[in-house]
Protein backbone atom coordinates (compact mmCIF):
# COMPACT_ATOMS: atom_id res chain seq x y z
CA UNK A 1 0.00 0.00 0.00
CA UNK A 2 0.87 3.54 -0.99
CA UNK A 3 2.21 5.88 2.23
CA UNK A 4 1.18 9.21 2.90
CA UNK A 5 3.78 11.89 4.30
CA UNK A 6 2.41 14.87 5.83
CA UNK A 7 5.44 17.75 5.26
CA UNK A 8 4.75 20.17 8.18
CA UNK A 9 6.82 23.08 7.16
CA UNK A 10 6.27 25.25 9.59
CA UNK A 11 8.26 27.60 11.97
CA UNK A 12 5.40 27.24 14.79
CA UNK A 13 6.29 24.00 16.78
CA UNK A 14 2.38 24.13 18.35
CA UNK A 15 0.66 24.72 15.44
CA UNK A 16 2.65 22.31 13.73
CA UNK A 17 1.86 19.33 16.44
CA UNK A 18 -2.03 20.82 15.93
CA UNK A 19 -2.12 19.94 12.32
CA UNK A 20 -1.06 17.08 12.75
CA UNK A 21 -3.29 15.75 15.26
CA UNK A 22 -5.90 16.68 13.08
CA UNK A 23 -4.47 14.65 10.20
CA UNK A 24 -2.82 11.72 12.06
CA UNK A 25 -5.33 9.40 11.27
CA UNK A 26 -5.03 9.33 7.80
CA UNK A 27 -0.82 9.48 6.79
CA UNK A 28 1.39 7.35 7.88
CA UNK A 29 4.59 9.59 8.22
CA UNK A 30 4.85 12.31 10.23
CA UNK A 31 7.51 15.02 8.66
CA UNK A 32 9.11 17.50 10.98
CA UNK A 33 9.75 19.70 8.20
CA UNK A 34 13.26 21.73 7.70
CA UNK A 35 11.52 25.32 8.41
CA UNK A 36 10.14 23.97 11.77
CA UNK A 37 13.87 21.56 12.63
CA UNK A 38 15.33 25.33 11.97
CA UNK A 39 12.84 26.92 14.12
CA UNK A 40 13.27 24.61 16.93
CA UNK A 41 15.66 22.07 16.44
CA UNK A 42 15.63 18.44 17.86
CA UNK A 43 12.58 19.50 20.18
CA UNK A 44 10.72 19.24 17.67
CA UNK A 45 11.62 15.80 16.54
CA UNK A 46 10.86 14.69 20.25
CA UNK A 47 7.93 15.88 20.86
CA UNK A 48 6.64 14.81 17.35
CA UNK A 49 7.74 11.34 18.70
CA UNK A 50 5.72 11.17 21.88
CA UNK A 51 2.75 12.47 20.77
CA UNK A 52 2.68 10.38 17.73
CA UNK A 53 3.65 6.99 18.67
CA UNK A 54 2.20 4.73 15.99
CA UNK A 55 3.22 6.97 13.08
CA UNK A 56 6.90 6.90 11.57
CA UNK A 57 8.07 10.50 12.03
CA UNK A 58 10.71 11.67 9.66
CA UNK A 59 13.42 14.27 10.09
CA UNK A 60 13.90 16.22 6.95
CA UNK A 61 17.03 17.64 7.77
CA UNK A 62 18.63 17.64 3.92
CA UNK A 63 21.65 17.25 5.96
CA UNK A 64 24.62 18.12 3.14
CA UNK A 65 27.54 16.98 5.67
CA UNK A 66 28.38 15.47 8.84
CA UNK A 67 26.37 13.06 8.28
CA UNK A 68 27.07 10.46 11.13
CA UNK A 69 26.30 13.45 13.41
CA UNK A 70 23.02 14.89 12.07
CA UNK A 71 21.91 11.49 12.16
CA UNK A 72 22.80 10.15 15.60
CA UNK A 73 20.83 13.55 16.86
CA UNK A 74 17.78 12.86 14.93
CA UNK A 75 17.74 9.10 15.55
CA UNK A 76 18.41 9.86 19.57
CA UNK A 77 15.03 12.39 19.26
CA UNK A 78 12.77 9.88 18.29
CA UNK A 79 13.27 10.25 13.84
CA UNK A 80 12.65 6.99 11.87
CA UNK A 81 14.07 8.34 9.05
CA UNK A 82 16.71 10.80 8.23
CA UNK A 83 16.01 12.91 5.15
CA UNK A 84 19.65 13.98 3.89
CA UNK A 85 20.79 15.48 0.74
CA UNK A 86 21.64 13.26 -2.73
CA UNK A 87 23.97 16.48 -3.23
CA UNK A 88 26.61 15.35 -0.68
CA UNK A 89 29.43 13.79 -0.89
CA UNK A 90 29.34 9.94 -0.57
CA UNK A 91 31.56 10.11 2.18
CA UNK A 92 28.85 11.87 3.87
CA UNK A 93 26.26 9.35 2.53
CA UNK A 94 27.85 6.60 3.66
CA UNK A 95 28.61 7.91 7.06
CA UNK A 96 24.82 8.88 7.74
CA UNK A 97 24.00 5.42 6.41
CA UNK A 98 26.51 4.06 9.51
CA UNK A 99 24.99 6.26 11.95
CA UNK A 100 21.66 4.83 10.98
CA UNK A 101 22.31 1.23 11.44
CA UNK A 102 23.75 2.02 14.60
CA UNK A 103 21.36 3.79 16.05
CA UNK A 104 18.25 2.54 14.70
CA UNK A 105 16.61 4.67 11.83
CA UNK A 106 16.63 4.54 7.87
CA UNK A 107 17.91 7.29 5.47
CA UNK A 108 16.08 8.70 2.89
CA UNK A 109 18.25 10.65 0.12
CA UNK A 110 16.50 13.41 -1.21
CA UNK A 111 17.73 14.27 -4.84
CA UNK A 112 16.62 18.15 -4.64
CA UNK A 113 18.38 20.00 -7.37
CA UNK A 114 21.00 17.38 -8.60
CA UNK A 115 21.83 17.55 -11.93
CA UNK A 116 21.67 14.39 -12.79
CA UNK A 117 18.79 12.66 -10.82
CA UNK A 118 18.60 9.36 -12.65
CA UNK A 119 22.47 8.64 -12.42
CA UNK A 120 22.77 9.84 -8.90
CA UNK A 121 19.36 7.81 -7.50
CA UNK A 122 21.66 4.44 -9.25
CA UNK A 123 24.38 5.43 -6.86
CA UNK A 124 22.50 6.21 -3.75
CA UNK A 125 20.83 2.38 -3.97
CA UNK A 126 24.88 1.03 -4.23
CA UNK A 127 25.33 3.36 -1.23
CA UNK A 128 22.56 1.66 0.62
CA UNK A 129 20.31 4.52 1.50
CA UNK A 130 16.78 2.89 2.47
CA UNK A 131 14.57 5.40 0.24
CA UNK A 132 15.12 7.67 -2.38
CA UNK A 133 13.36 11.04 -2.83
CA UNK A 134 12.67 12.40 -6.26
CA UNK A 135 11.83 16.19 -5.04
CA UNK A 136 11.19 19.31 -6.80
CA UNK A 137 11.36 21.98 -3.94
CA UNK A 138 9.24 24.79 -3.11
CA UNK A 139 10.77 27.77 -4.79
CA UNK A 140 11.41 25.74 -8.24
CA UNK A 141 7.95 24.46 -8.12
CA UNK A 142 6.88 28.35 -8.31
CA UNK A 143 8.93 28.37 -11.84
CA UNK A 144 6.47 25.92 -12.74
CA UNK A 145 8.03 22.30 -12.05
CA UNK A 146 6.98 19.15 -10.65
CA UNK A 147 8.58 15.94 -9.96
CA UNK A 148 6.86 13.28 -12.42
CA UNK A 149 9.16 13.49 -15.25
CA UNK A 150 12.24 12.49 -12.96
CA UNK A 151 9.98 9.96 -11.24
CA UNK A 152 9.30 8.11 -14.28
CA UNK A 153 12.98 7.74 -14.80
CA UNK A 154 13.56 6.64 -11.60
CA UNK A 155 11.17 4.16 -10.63
CA UNK A 156 12.69 2.10 -13.46
CA UNK A 157 15.95 2.20 -12.51
CA UNK A 158 16.41 1.70 -8.86
CA UNK A 159 14.47 -1.26 -6.65
CA UNK A 160 14.81 0.71 -3.32
CA UNK A 161 11.03 2.30 -2.48
CA UNK A 162 10.72 5.40 -3.76
CA UNK A 163 9.36 8.86 -2.33
CA UNK A 164 8.39 12.05 -4.77
CA UNK A 165 7.70 15.65 -2.93
CA UNK A 166 7.10 18.79 -4.79
CA UNK A 167 3.63 20.93 -4.79
CA UNK A 168 1.58 17.64 -5.04
CA UNK A 169 -2.19 17.97 -5.66
CA UNK A 170 -4.77 15.13 -5.50
CA UNK A 171 -4.53 14.54 -9.63
CA UNK A 172 -0.46 14.57 -9.58
CA UNK A 173 -0.63 12.08 -5.95
CA UNK A 174 -2.38 9.53 -7.32
CA UNK A 175 -0.46 9.87 -10.42
CA UNK A 176 2.63 9.21 -8.45
CA UNK A 177 1.32 6.31 -7.15
CA UNK A 178 0.58 4.55 -10.58
CA UNK A 179 3.94 5.30 -11.71
CA UNK A 180 5.56 2.86 -8.85
CA UNK A 181 6.26 6.15 -5.74
CA UNK A 182 5.46 4.18 -2.04
CA UNK A 183 5.67 7.29 -0.37
CA UNK A 184 3.67 10.66 -1.26
CA UNK A 185 4.88 13.44 0.39
CA UNK A 186 2.77 16.65 0.41
CA UNK A 187 3.33 19.43 2.49
CA UNK A 188 1.16 23.35 1.53
CA UNK A 189 -1.79 21.31 0.08
CA UNK A 190 -2.45 19.77 3.09
CA UNK A 191 -0.90 21.74 5.87
CA UNK A 192 -1.49 24.89 4.36
CA UNK A 193 -5.54 24.70 3.73
CA UNK A 194 -8.37 25.72 5.96
CA UNK A 195 -9.35 22.34 6.43
CA UNK A 196 -5.97 20.13 6.75
CA UNK A 197 -8.12 16.96 7.89
CA UNK A 198 -10.24 17.24 4.65
CA UNK A 199 -7.21 17.92 2.34
CA UNK A 200 -5.69 14.71 3.86
CA UNK A 201 -8.81 12.96 3.63
CA UNK A 202 -8.78 13.83 -0.45
CA UNK A 203 -4.88 12.47 -0.63
CA UNK A 204 -6.18 9.22 0.88
CA UNK A 205 -8.32 8.29 -1.27
CA UNK A 206 -6.16 9.39 -4.38
CA UNK A 207 -3.53 7.00 -3.42
CA UNK A 208 -4.88 4.30 -2.40
CA UNK A 209 -7.45 4.63 -5.15
CA UNK A 210 -4.31 5.33 -8.27
CA UNK A 211 -5.03 6.18 -10.99
CA UNK A 212 -2.81 7.05 -14.00
CA UNK A 213 -4.47 10.31 -14.20
CA UNK A 214 -3.66 12.45 -17.15
CA UNK A 215 -2.44 16.12 -16.12
CA UNK A 216 -3.47 18.22 -18.73
CA UNK A 217 -1.77 21.10 -18.28
CA UNK A 218 -3.17 24.75 -19.95
CA UNK A 219 -0.99 27.80 -21.74
CA UNK A 220 1.01 29.70 -19.52
CA UNK A 221 -0.93 32.54 -20.30
CA UNK A 222 -4.35 30.59 -18.92
CA UNK A 223 -2.64 29.25 -15.74
CA UNK A 224 -1.38 32.63 -14.69
CA UNK A 225 -5.32 34.52 -15.37
CA UNK A 226 -6.58 31.44 -13.37
CA UNK A 227 -4.38 31.56 -10.34
CA UNK A 228 -4.61 35.26 -10.17
CA UNK A 229 -8.26 35.06 -10.55
CA UNK A 230 -8.33 33.43 -6.94
CA UNK A 231 -5.68 35.92 -5.30
CA UNK A 232 -5.85 39.44 -4.42
CA UNK A 233 -3.44 42.07 -4.61
CA UNK A 234 -2.36 41.79 -1.11
CA UNK A 235 -1.42 38.49 -1.59
CA UNK A 236 0.58 39.79 -4.61
CA UNK A 237 2.01 42.51 -3.04
CA UNK A 238 3.32 39.83 -0.23
CA UNK A 239 4.69 37.36 -2.42
CA UNK A 240 6.70 40.70 -3.88
CA UNK A 241 8.39 41.16 -0.42
CA UNK A 242 5.71 43.44 0.13
CA UNK A 243 5.80 45.74 -3.64
CA UNK A 244 3.67 49.00 -3.34
CA UNK A 245 0.81 49.45 -5.76
CA UNK A 246 0.73 52.23 -8.32
CA UNK A 247 0.07 54.99 -5.93
CA UNK A 248 -2.63 57.58 -5.52
CA UNK A 249 -5.10 54.87 -8.38
CA UNK A 250 -8.54 53.72 -7.33
CA UNK A 251 -11.79 51.95 -8.38
CA UNK A 252 -14.70 53.43 -9.85
CA UNK A 253 -16.94 50.69 -8.82
CA UNK A 254 -15.76 48.75 -5.52
CA UNK A 255 -15.75 44.99 -5.56
CA UNK A 256 -14.30 44.83 -9.10
CA UNK A 257 -11.24 42.82 -9.80
CA UNK A 258 -9.18 43.19 -13.02
CA UNK A 259 -6.72 40.47 -13.85
CA UNK A 260 -5.28 40.54 -17.97
CA UNK A 261 -1.88 41.68 -19.36
CA UNK A 262 -0.70 45.41 -20.19
CA UNK A 263 -1.47 47.65 -23.14
CA UNK A 264 0.25 50.70 -22.24
CA UNK A 265 -0.50 54.27 -23.52
CA UNK A 266 1.33 57.21 -22.56
CA UNK A 267 -0.41 60.48 -23.61
CA UNK A 268 -0.85 64.18 -22.83
CA UNK A 269 -3.23 65.90 -20.17
CA UNK A 270 -6.65 65.99 -21.56
CA UNK A 271 -5.68 64.10 -25.32
CA UNK A 272 -7.97 61.28 -25.56
CA UNK A 273 -6.63 60.33 -28.88
CA UNK A 274 -4.03 57.53 -28.38
CA UNK A 275 -6.39 55.58 -24.97
CA UNK A 276 -9.37 55.89 -27.26
CA UNK A 277 -6.76 54.10 -30.17
CA UNK A 278 -5.30 51.61 -27.43
CA UNK A 279 -8.94 49.51 -27.88
CA UNK A 280 -8.33 49.11 -30.97
CA UNK A 281 -5.02 47.58 -30.29
CA UNK A 282 -5.96 45.94 -27.18
CA UNK A 283 -7.24 42.43 -27.40
CA UNK A 284 -9.81 40.60 -25.29
CA UNK A 285 -8.77 39.75 -21.98
CA UNK A 286 -6.47 42.64 -21.84
CA UNK A 287 -6.01 45.58 -19.46
CA UNK A 288 -5.62 49.38 -20.95
CA UNK A 289 -3.10 51.12 -18.54
CA UNK A 290 -2.94 54.64 -19.55
CA UNK A 291 0.00 57.28 -17.96
CA UNK A 292 -1.25 60.94 -18.55
CA UNK A 293 0.71 63.91 -18.19
CA UNK A 294 -1.56 65.42 -15.62
CA UNK A 295 -5.17 65.22 -14.57
CA UNK A 296 -6.87 68.73 -15.10
CA UNK A 297 -8.69 67.01 -17.99
CA UNK A 298 -10.05 63.64 -18.80
CA UNK A 299 -9.27 60.94 -21.33
CA UNK A 300 -11.17 58.80 -20.69
CA UNK A 301 -15.11 58.70 -20.20
CA UNK A 302 -18.69 56.55 -21.30
CA UNK A 303 -17.87 56.28 -24.80
CA UNK A 304 -14.89 54.82 -24.79
CA UNK A 305 -16.11 52.37 -22.09
CA UNK A 306 -18.91 51.05 -23.88
CA UNK A 307 -16.65 50.69 -26.84
CA UNK A 308 -14.12 48.76 -24.80
CA UNK A 309 -16.82 46.40 -23.44
CA UNK A 310 -17.42 45.48 -27.26
CA UNK A 311 -13.89 44.00 -27.05
CA UNK A 312 -14.29 42.49 -24.47
CA UNK A 313 -10.97 44.06 -22.78
CA UNK A 314 -10.84 43.44 -19.11
CA UNK A 315 -10.26 47.31 -17.44
CA UNK A 316 -8.73 50.43 -17.67
CA UNK A 317 -6.44 51.79 -15.12
CA UNK A 318 -5.86 55.89 -15.54
CA UNK A 319 -2.94 57.31 -14.14
CA UNK A 320 -5.04 60.54 -14.89
CA UNK A 321 -8.87 61.76 -15.36
CA UNK A 322 -11.55 59.91 -15.98
CA UNK A 323 -15.52 61.89 -16.58
CA UNK A 324 -18.97 60.09 -16.61
CA UNK A 325 -18.34 57.83 -14.01
CA UNK A 326 -22.27 57.85 -13.04
CA UNK A 327 -22.63 56.03 -17.03
CA UNK A 328 -19.58 53.89 -16.29
CA UNK A 329 -21.19 52.78 -12.77
CA UNK A 330 -23.92 51.61 -14.46
CA UNK A 331 -22.26 49.72 -17.35
CA UNK A 332 -20.80 48.15 -14.32
CA UNK A 333 -17.48 48.06 -16.36
CA UNK A 334 -14.05 48.00 -14.18
CA UNK A 335 -12.10 52.01 -14.57
CA UNK A 336 -9.52 52.44 -12.09
CA UNK A 337 -8.34 56.28 -11.82
CA UNK A 338 -6.81 59.12 -10.39
CA UNK A 339 -9.27 61.70 -10.12
CA UNK A 340 -12.74 62.15 -11.40
CA UNK A 341 -13.26 65.04 -13.51
CA UNK A 342 -16.17 66.64 -15.68
CA UNK A 343 -14.49 68.17 -18.76
CA UNK A 344 -12.42 66.25 -21.23
CA UNK A 345 -9.63 67.36 -23.43
CA UNK A 346 -9.21 67.58 -27.37
CA UNK A 347 -7.86 64.12 -29.18
CA UNK A 348 -4.54 65.42 -30.41
CA UNK A 349 -2.70 62.40 -30.46
CA UNK A 350 0.49 63.04 -28.89
CA UNK A 351 2.08 60.12 -27.01
CA UNK A 352 2.35 56.45 -27.93
CA UNK A 353 1.02 52.93 -27.50
CA UNK A 354 2.78 50.30 -25.87
CA UNK A 355 5.66 51.61 -24.73
CA UNK A 356 7.39 51.92 -21.16
CA UNK A 357 5.73 54.13 -18.70
CA UNK A 358 5.69 54.98 -14.94
CA UNK A 359 2.39 55.09 -13.48
CA UNK A 360 1.76 56.23 -9.52
CA UNK A 361 6.03 55.32 -9.06
CA UNK A 362 5.52 51.93 -11.14
CA UNK A 363 7.18 51.01 -14.11
CA UNK A 364 4.71 49.27 -16.64
CA UNK A 365 5.63 47.29 -19.47
CA UNK A 366 3.47 45.78 -22.43
CA UNK A 367 2.60 42.55 -21.02
CA UNK A 368 3.18 43.13 -17.45
CA UNK A 369 0.20 41.15 -15.55
CA UNK A 370 -2.29 44.26 -13.95
CA UNK A 371 -3.98 42.96 -11.40
CA UNK A 372 -6.98 45.51 -9.50
CA UNK A 373 -9.27 45.20 -6.81
CA UNK A 374 -10.35 47.81 -4.36
CA UNK A 375 -6.75 47.74 -2.34
CA UNK A 376 -5.22 49.25 -5.47
CA UNK A 377 -3.51 48.04 -8.31
CA UNK A 378 -0.39 45.78 -8.51
CA UNK A 379 1.81 45.39 -11.89
CA UNK A 380 3.47 41.60 -11.99
CA UNK A 381 6.63 41.91 -14.40
CA UNK A 382 6.15 39.57 -17.57
CA UNK A 383 8.92 37.51 -16.99
CA UNK A 384 8.06 36.72 -13.46
CA UNK A 385 4.21 36.69 -14.13
CA UNK A 386 4.08 32.68 -13.61
CA UNK A 387 6.07 32.54 -10.42
CA UNK A 388 4.69 35.58 -8.53
CA UNK A 389 0.90 33.86 -9.52
CA UNK A 390 2.22 30.73 -7.51
CA UNK A 391 3.63 32.84 -4.71
CA UNK A 392 0.60 34.84 -4.13
CA UNK A 393 -1.33 31.30 -4.26
CA UNK A 394 0.95 29.95 -1.33
CA UNK A 395 0.18 33.45 0.72
CA UNK A 396 -3.14 33.07 0.06
CA UNK A 397 -3.24 29.17 1.64
CA UNK A 398 -1.29 30.40 4.38
CA UNK A 399 -3.58 33.20 5.13
CA UNK A 400 -6.91 30.78 4.41
CA UNK A 401 -5.04 28.34 7.04
CA UNK A 402 -4.35 31.19 9.67
CA UNK A 403 -7.90 32.74 9.21
CA UNK A 404 -9.71 29.03 9.99
CA UNK A 405 -7.49 29.36 13.43
CA UNK A 406 -8.70 32.53 14.48
CA UNK A 407 -12.25 31.42 13.65
CA UNK A 408 -11.55 28.89 16.21
CA UNK A 409 -10.72 31.56 18.62
CA UNK A 410 -7.06 32.30 19.16
CA UNK A 411 -5.49 35.65 18.86
CA UNK A 412 -3.07 36.55 15.34
CA UNK A 413 -0.21 37.05 17.78
CA UNK A 414 -0.91 33.89 19.50
CA UNK A 415 -0.86 31.95 16.48
CA UNK A 416 2.24 33.44 14.35
CA UNK A 417 4.09 33.54 17.33
CA UNK A 418 4.72 37.22 16.80
CA UNK A 419 6.58 38.14 19.74
CA UNK A 420 9.06 35.47 19.35
CA UNK A 421 9.38 36.49 15.65
CA UNK A 422 10.34 40.30 16.38
CA UNK A 423 13.88 41.43 15.23
CA UNK A 424 16.23 40.43 18.45
CA UNK A 425 18.06 44.01 18.68
O1 LIG B 1 10.89 19.42 1.61
C1 LIG B 1 10.15 20.31 1.38
C2 LIG B 1 10.65 21.67 1.04
O2 LIG B 1 11.97 21.58 0.61
C3 LIG B 1 10.60 22.62 2.23
O3 LIG B 1 11.27 22.14 3.32
C4 LIG B 1 8.67 20.09 1.45
O4 LIG B 1 8.39 19.45 2.63
C5 LIG B 1 8.17 19.24 0.30
O5 LIG B 1 8.43 19.92 -0.90
C6 LIG B 1 6.69 18.94 0.40
O6 LIG B 1 5.95 20.13 0.48
P1 LIG B 1 5.07 20.65 -0.78
O7 LIG B 1 6.00 20.79 -1.92
O8 LIG B 1 4.51 21.96 -0.31
O9 LIG B 1 4.01 19.61 -1.00
Known amino acids: MPKLQVALDLVELKRAVEIAKEVAEYVDLIEVGTPLIKSE ?10 TFRNHEIVADMKTIDTGALEVEMCAKSGADIVIILALSNDSTIEEAIRSA ?4 CKIMADLINHPNPVERAKELEELGVDYINVHVGIDVQMLGYDPIEILKKVVKEVSVPVAVAGGLDVDRASLCVSLGAEIVIVGSNIVKTKNPKESAIKFRKAIDSAKPVEIVRKSLDEEIREILMQVTTPNVSDAMHRAKAIEGIYPIIKGKKVVGKAVTVYTMDGDWAKPVEAIDV ?15 SAVWGELATRSCMNKGIAGVIIDGAVRDVDEIVKLDFPVFARKVVPNAGEPKGFGEINVKIVCGGVEVNPG ?3 IADDNGVMVIPQKRAYEIARRALEVKKHEDRIRAEIEGGKTLAEIIELYKWEKLK
Not at 42 to 47: D, I, P, T
Open 282 to 296: AKAGEVIVIKCSGDS
Open 368 to 370: DWI
Open 41 to 50: GMNAVRVMKK
Open 101 to 104: RKYG
